[in-house]
């Protein structure tokens, strides 16, 4: 159950707006309280949904302690039990957020991310240059993984030092936090739908398009497509970026940009804008060389799109069940942070990198990784089952009710 915080807060009127997960699997629908019945008889049809998130508690009327105001600490990860008699129990799954090891490795990487485009600025070969570029790549594979548990609220358990490490984080990818922290969450609505169905094709599908696509992925382009993104939230008004996305699919980026919520806009700007200064303070200070610095992140667009989907690659059509834990060199999965038990991690969101593995191998057998990425080469194959229907975007539309 919810920890009462201790020490017992002062009455207060206020309402503490929390995002909260609710996991469960197969749940009875009759069971669930009045504020989420009706949101979770929409979902009744997907069996493994297994992450609704709620914008506000607000909305569904959390637990209060004993003098009525709302529980300001909320841990990030716990679960939902439903009892006929009972009110809603909100119980830890037991699995405690690495808060020290993730601060230190996200300060780590960023110590590391200056050194590296300081030296490679200061090498006088193209070749040393190309070596640092590539070990660069590398590192900041760890960084996207610290970012990604960041967007789920799992790298930290407290909510402030959660958004403050994901902006490190975000620093050097670079992109800023509040967009990514937003935009993230419809790959798990879209996943393996026909919207994100990148390794698939269908009859009346533009086979040129479907392989140029997808062999764009593997090369490198998509990489590029997120700090635009940024861009064009940070310096776009919104009647533009309505017009030019509204017609977007909604399992695209795109989509969300020109639906975006005004405070994610104006915390993205806010974002950006320090993100430059704090790139421009750093340019001037260690007089770093754009061509070096474009060669880091040329690697690192490569390495990291490159791996984007072999999680998803020819997985089974549904969005939740739609990935691969995958075997990987025991150093590789550790740098990767867990990255490759991906199927672990659609299934339980909410629970952070470090605990993946100990969520058990499924029932899926485990592919290696090298092995399923060389036969991502082999091009997309023709699709043999349609696609499963996405999960609904509530945070979305009770962030736009509020606004």
Known sequence: MIGVPNAAPKANPTVYEHRVQLVYRHTNVELAP??????????????????????????CHPAKDQSGTFFRSVPRTFSMSLH????VVWTPLGLPIPNRLNIVLVLTVSAAAIGMLTWVSHVGSWWAALGIAVLFSYLMLTNYALLHD?????????????????FIAGLWFPVP???????????????????????CYYP????????????????????????????????FPRSIRTRLFSSASPSRGLYYMARIPDGVVRRTRLETIAMIIVWSLMWWLLAWRWEMVLLCYA???VNWSTRQYITHAFTPRDVVDGAFNLRHFRWMDWLLLHGP??????????VSWYHLPSL????????????????????????????????????????????
């Open 341 to 350: 038990w991906d199927l672990n991690h659609h299934r339980h969101p909410d």
């Open 34 to 59: 009045p504020c989420l019945s009706s949101r979770l008889t929409r979902f009744e049809n997907h069996s493994n949904l297994v992450s609704y998130r709620a914008a506000h508690v607000r909305k």
């Open 177 to 199: 936090f509040s967009m990514i922290h937003f935009t993230h969450r419809s790959h798990h609505r879209f996943n393996r739908t026909d919207a994100e169905m990148f390794d």
């Open 299 to 301: 690697c690192f667009a």
């Open 84 to 87: 006929e008699s009972a009110p």
């Open 204 to 235: 009346t599908d533009n086979r040129f398009l479907k392989y140029f696509q997808w062999f764009s992925i593997l090369g490198g382009l998509f990489w590029p497509l997120v700090p635009i993104g940024a861009l064009l939230i940070t310096f």
């Open 360 to 403: 058990g191998e499924g029932d899926v057998p485990r592919r290696h990784y090298i092995s399923q990425y060389l036969r991502q080469w082999r091009g997309p194959v023709p699709a043999d089952t349609p696609g499963p229907t996405p999960i609904r975007d509530e945070l979305l539309e009770d962030l736009q009710d509020l606004e």
């Open 150 to 166: 960041a967007t789920h609220e799992t790298l930290h358990d407290d909510r402030r030092a959660n958004r403050a490490l994901g």
